[in-house]
């Protein structure tokens, strides 16, 4: 049971690492000057669409969501939330994409935007991550069967995180670097 439970702390606290780097670099961020390099922003856009988009959000709406739902269905309005947050979440990171894209090729406009659509997503993410470590995985801990656990386990487990897994995939190296130092 435990290690399901790791798994998903473990996902939530890379992501965290990743809105870290990703908030401190729009900290730095300035309109006035020579264009800055903007390739950590893209690389983490597109980390968040392959892994956390991909594989951790959909996997609680299939294995750990259901689950919970079936034997407390008290809380069925924050997991209902939480849906809501991860549609909400996927939008807000289209948005963050297109205005980051924007910031690139008409530079040095569209700065407020990208900042705007940045520290949005880093607080709703937070947020939402914040809501499942309270309200959710302590719940779980204490209802769910050895079943659940073990279809869960086997869900998360096969998740290849290109930037924090075994194999760190070429494009994110200089974001890992940023992560690690
Ligand atoms: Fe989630
Ligand atoms: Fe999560």
Do not use: C
């Not at 264009?35 to 968040?48: A, C, E, M, Q, T």
Request: proline share 5%; no cysteine.
């Amino acid at each position: 049971m435990a290690d399901a439970i790791e798994f998903i702390q473990a996902e939530h606290r890379n992501l965290d690492r990743v809105l870290k780097v990703l908030d401190e670099t729009l900290d730095h961020l300035s309109a006035d000057g020579p264009k800055p390099n903007l390739d950590l922003l893209f690389s983490i856009v597109y980390y968040v669409r392959v892994f956390p988009e991909k594989l951790h959000h959909p996997k609680e709406e299939q294995f750990l969501f259901p689950a919970l739902r079936r034997i407390r269905p008290e809380l069925s309005s924050v997991l209902d939330e939480l849906e809501r947050q991860h549609v909400a979440g996927a939008q807000h990171l289209e948005r963050l994409d297109a205005v980051l894209k924007s910031f690139d090729r008409e530079y040095p406009k569209g700065l407020d935007a990208l900042l705007d659509a940045g520290r949005r997503f880093v607080r709703t993410q937070r947020e939402h991550m914040g809501v499942e470590e309270r309200d959710v995985l302590p719940a779980a801990k204490v209802f769910l069967s050895a079943d659940d656990w073990a279809a869960m386990r086997r869900a998360f487990a096969k998740n290849m995180d290109p930037l924090f897994g075994d194999h760190l995939e070429t494009g994110f190296r200089a974001l890992y670097e940023r992560i690690t130092r």
